[in-house]
């Protein structure tokens, strides 16, 4: 059985920096290609930053520069660490690991919520 589950969420000051992680139960991170989405209330889930399973990210343009997705295949654990935090980055984060279109897998969430 495949369990992700998120955590490192909470409340900070516009400016500062969490990290949240995802550590993955039944499945190999490497294996998969990572997400990180967020969903705000009342909006659509949207994709945050991918790590394919060969390491290659790629991040959403409201987020370059300032979030950066590592992963440790040793904890089979992956990581967003977010820097610069403003308000708009509020939101509940999930994270995604997909094998295929048949095996696609969730998290519960965790809450980020960043005060001006």
């Known amino acids: 059985q495949v369990r992700l589950e998120e955590s490192g969420g909470g409340l900070v000051q516009a400016g500062g920096s969490l990290r949240l992680s995802c550590a993955t139960v039944?499945?190999?991170?490497?294996?998969?290609?990572m997400g990180w989405y967020r969903q705000a209330p009342g909006k659509q889930r949207d994709l945050v930053a991918t790590?394919?399973?060969?390491?290659?990210?790629d991040y959403a343009d409201s987020v370059k520069g300032r979030f950066t997705l590592s992963r440790d295949n040793t904890e089979n654990t992956v990581y967003l660490q977010m820097n610069n935090l403003e308000p708009e980055d509020t939101a509940v984060y999930y994270c995604?690991?997909?094998?295929?279109?048949?095996?696609?897998?969730w998290g519960q969430g965790t809450q980020v919520t960043v005060s001006s």
């Open positions: 995604n690991a997909n094998y295929g279109t048949e095996y696609n897998f």
């Open positions: 039944g499945a190999l991170v490497r294996r998969a290609i």
């Open positions: 790590m394919a399973p060969g390491g290659n990210t």
